[in-house]
């Protein structure tokens, strides 16, 4: 049994060692982008980020996430941040801007992995050209135009792995995973 | 030496065993979700799609990735499905319905490494509810509310792997990849 409980060992030790991760979105267009930042955000939490800083800050985005969360739970959420560069300075972790123009995701992923805490920063169309500099890496997945949606799922899912399932704390809704349909368990005394 | 070269054997047929992969997009709204779809697009493109289909048809959504096979090379295109349908039951090999609702991704990857050709579906926040029976499978990643770019881009990269790099047939221009800042090598004879 030394193999296997070496192995679990092995494992535990793996997930415990997941960095903490935080999401900086800087160059958001309030009224033109409110959708795709959303996405942005439900990318972050749903794989496994615990906050996303918001530049410049949009209440309604907010509010989408925090409906989001008052139904699914977790903790989450959506911080407005009307300096980002504070957000930068103050981050005690490694800062990872993403970007097709950076060093390969997968010759960083190793390193990435041994971080207790990393802030993954994401751009709009134009991103100010002193963030290459006071990034700690600044990472490409690919080197092809891209989504900055997708970037980032692609990082967190390299870096963090794939999502745990089950409900989280708090939650009214859970779903039940299901090879056809869909199946959703209710938690009693949610209001309807 | 033998080790060595079955290792490469072994990467070889790796390689050559990825699945080639179409992405549906359903539920597609002209007008409202012109930049959603567009990051779709440009996920799928980035992440080694051959093509996606767009339900309904919209012809900004085309031309848009005309701009950037332009610019950037390849073969990627967006086929207009004016009958959704028709591209599912036509599609030779497996088809993979992605939705927060269904088995966990973790758990199918293996078997749909091993498929020649896959057919990802992607809806929007309204799905036809017959795709759910006339998928093979139906796949989430993770179950929370989640981004649809966001998983297409999670589910591609674990079944097709991170995109390899290098300029595609036909670029103007391409990124060499820099530890700060951009460096983009332009073809030369490239229109200015």
Do not use: C
């Not at 209440?59 to 560069?85: D, Q, Y």
């Amino acid at each position: 049994m030394a193999t296997a409980s070496s192995g679990s060992a092995r494992k535990a030790k793996r997930r415990a060692a997941r960095p903490r991760v935080s999401v900086l979105r800087i160059g958001h267009r309030p009224g033109r982008d409110p959708r795709l930042t959303t996405h942005l955000a439900l990318a972050a939490r749903a794989l496994g980020a615990e906050r996303m800083y918001l530049h410049p800050p949009d209440p309604s985005v907010e509010e989408s996430l925090r409906r989001v969360a008052s139904k699914w739970g977790g903790r989450f959420e959506v911080v407005p941040a009307a300096n980002w560069r504070a957000v930068v300075r103050e981050h005690a972790g490694g800062v990872v801007h993403l970007t097709m123009y950076g060093l390969e995701l997968a010759r960083l992923v190793p390193r990435l992995r041994r971080a207790s805490s990393l802030l993954f920063v994401v751009g709009g169309a134009k991103v100010p050209s002193d963030l290459y500099r006071i990034a700690d890496y600044n990472v490409a997945v690919g080197d092809q135009p891209h989504s900055e949606v997708a970037a980032l799922a692609v990082a967190l899912e390299r870096v963090r792995g794939l999502p745990v399932r089950g409900g989280r704390a708090g939650a009214q809704l859970q779903i039940v995973p299901s090879a056809r349909g869909k199946k959703v368990r209710v938690r009693p005394g949610s209001p309807p």
